[in-house]
Structures are given as structure tokens and as C-alpha cells.
């Protein structure tokens, strides 16, 4: 997809003198220019986060607090496009932001915070909407897929939920924007209003890039590796990152294989391949030394592996979430923190927004 008018010279974060984010205990953005790039990414707080967003995503965030200017955010706004328990969405944003910490984002290396806590998302979001083509929403799959038959009947948000996003984005000048791969569209679409807002109005937005890796940007549900591993479907498809010991056993002894014996990376068997997957980017191993481990032994072996290093993960998590979990005020304070210290970040791209478009 592209931008319908000519290619200009895109904004570097380099030259950009946009405020940087300041360390974690100053309270206010400073204007000295970007010394590394910005990172910006969120999580859903509906249903439970599972290994699918941690090895797609979150644990790629914890691994390279050092390397960026770090932002994420518990995306709230981006929940209620289906429908919500309202005391549920409040427990669950409280905790997934909890489970975030607990993975290992580390309050002074990084920002996290709430999305509702700064109401420049939904007042960019409205101004983007008003500039994105219908065409280009309804190119977005992930739309299709989960409207299905419903088209008639979701909200219109579920529609221009990507605005939203790309509103998230461009809202604090990010350049990078690490995701898993079911999310490369919605950063295109992204980039692409940064780049058609920038053609129209003079250069507003940086343009930002997703990042994506390798291995590990899709993992598959363990009862139907045909699918992605998704919070919305049923239990047996995924472990949750709050699953106990011997439910991650059960999860892990029912996942789909084949009648096939040998344990070998090989794509074209799905299930096993999605295991296998899991197992390479919990152990740090190679595949060659993963193939080598379990050359002659059978699934149940492999299995009771996997299940012990994914124990093993989880209860380190688990251990922290507990003791965030039960200091709720805490929680709040740094949440708080963050969006205090961002806010002059969004007021200041919001401020630069209105002034080209003519919002006064
Ligand atoms: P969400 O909440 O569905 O997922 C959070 C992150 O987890 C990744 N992910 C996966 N990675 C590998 N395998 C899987 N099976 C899997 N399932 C999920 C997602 O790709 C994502 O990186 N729209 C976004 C949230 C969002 C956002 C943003 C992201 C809102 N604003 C701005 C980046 C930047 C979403 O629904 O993610």
C-alpha cells in the first residue's frame, strides 16, 4: 500500500527535535535532540497474555530496554472495539500492566502506562480518521478475520481500530515498533499515514518501522497449529503466562503432533514444528542442537522437556506478578508516572497536528 501523493524527503529521528524522553525520575520531556531511536508498542488487556506475546513480543521489549527510548502501553482503548465486562476490563488492564513489569520491563529503563491516561490518543486518533481512505481499512485481514460474518453488526472502532493504532504510534514520533507478525499490516497502514499527513501538511510525523523477528513472530495454538496462538480462543490453544505447573503439563501433553517419530525442524509438520519453535527460543539453543538432544527419543520426552522449560519461564513471572499483583497503589504510582512524563511528548505532536490541519 502507498501513499497516493509524490515521495518527499521522510522525517530521521536523528534530525527530529522532538522532545526526547527524559530519564525515568524527571517529570517532563526535554528538547534536546533523539540520542537512539524510540520504541513504541502495546498489548491488549482482554483476556489473559500467553507465550504467543511473550515470544513474539514482549520479551524482545524486556531484552532491549537498554538499546531504545522505550514506551509501551496496556492499549484499553483498543479492548472495548468488542464488547467488555466493564469491572473485568478494570482488573484486567491493572493486571496485564502488572504481568508486564513482572516479565521484566523495568520502570527506570522504560516507560509503560495506560493508554486512557492521555486523551491525545483518542483526539489524534478522530484527526487521522478523517485522512485515512476507507480503501486502505478495508484492505486491513486482521478486520475480515475478525468480523467474519459480522460485518454488519461489530463497532465501527473494530473497523478503525488500525487509526487508533497508528495514532498510538506517531503520537510520540516512534521509529521502531516492535510486534509480532500478525500486527505487520496495521504498522504499514501507520507509515503510511505518517507518510500521506507529512505530503500534505509539511513534515508532522516520524515514519515508523516494524520490527519483526524471525523466529518466533507467529506462534501457533497448540491444538490447532493451522491457527495463531490467539487470547480469543479456547483454553486448550494456549498457555497463559499465569498457567500453573501442571496445567502447562496437560496443555503440553495434548498439543497437536503427527504420526511421524522423528523430532526434526521441519515446516511443513505445523505442530511439531511450532514446539520445537517455543523450545529453541526458551533454551537460547540452536536448532542443530535441539535436533541433536532429541535425535532417537520420542514425543513424550520432548514434551516433558518443553513443559519443564516452560515452568521453569513462567514461574520466575509468576513469582514477580504476585508481589506487584499485591501492591496495587505501587502499581498505580508508576503507571502514573509514566503517563505524566509522557504527556508533554503527545501534547506537543498533537499541538503540531492541529496548528497544520487548522484546528484551532
Ligand atoms: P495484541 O494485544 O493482540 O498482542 C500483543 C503483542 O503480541 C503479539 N502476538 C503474537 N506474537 C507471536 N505469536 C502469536 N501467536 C501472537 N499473538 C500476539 C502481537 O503481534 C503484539 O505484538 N493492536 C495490537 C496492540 C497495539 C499496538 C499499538 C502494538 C495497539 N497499539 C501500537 C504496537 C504499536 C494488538 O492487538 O496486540
Known sequence: MSAPTKQKKTVKASEDATPTLAPANATTATAEPRKRERVFSGIQPSGTPHIGNYLGAIRHWVAEQDAYDNIFCVVNLHAITVPQDPDELRVNTRRLAAMLFACGIDPERSALFVQSQIAEHAELTWILDCMTPMGWLNRMTQFKTKAGDERETVSAGLFTYPVLMAADILLYQADVVPVGDDQRQHVELARDIANSFNHRFGETFVEPRALIREVGARIMALDNPERKMSKSDGEASYIA????????????????????????????????????????????????????????????????????????????????????????????????????????????????????VGIV
Open 241 to 356: 503466562l499465569l498457567d500453573p505447573p501442571d496445567v502447562v503439563r496437560r496443555k503440553i501433553a495434548r498439543a497437536t503432533t503427527d504420526s511421524q517419530r522423528t523430532i526434526v525442524f521441519d515446516e511443513s509438520r505445523a505442530g511439531i514444528f511450532n514446539l520445537l519453535t517455543i523450545y529453541q527460543l526458551l533454551s537460547n539453543q540452536s536448532r542443530e542442537q535441539i535436533e541433536a538432544e532429541f535425535a532417537g527419543k520420542g514425543y513424550k520426552e520432548f514434551k516433558a522437556a518443553l513443559a519443564d522449560i516452560i515452568i521453569a519461564t513462567l514461574e520466575l513471572i509468576q513469582r514477580r506478578y504476585a508481589e506487584l499483583a499485591a501492591d496495587p497503589a505501587q502499581l498505580d504510582a508508576l503507571l502514573k508516572q509514566s503517563a505524566d512524563r509522557l504527556r508533554p511528548l503527545a501534547e506537543d505532536t498533537l499541538r503540531k497536528v492541529k496548528d497544520r
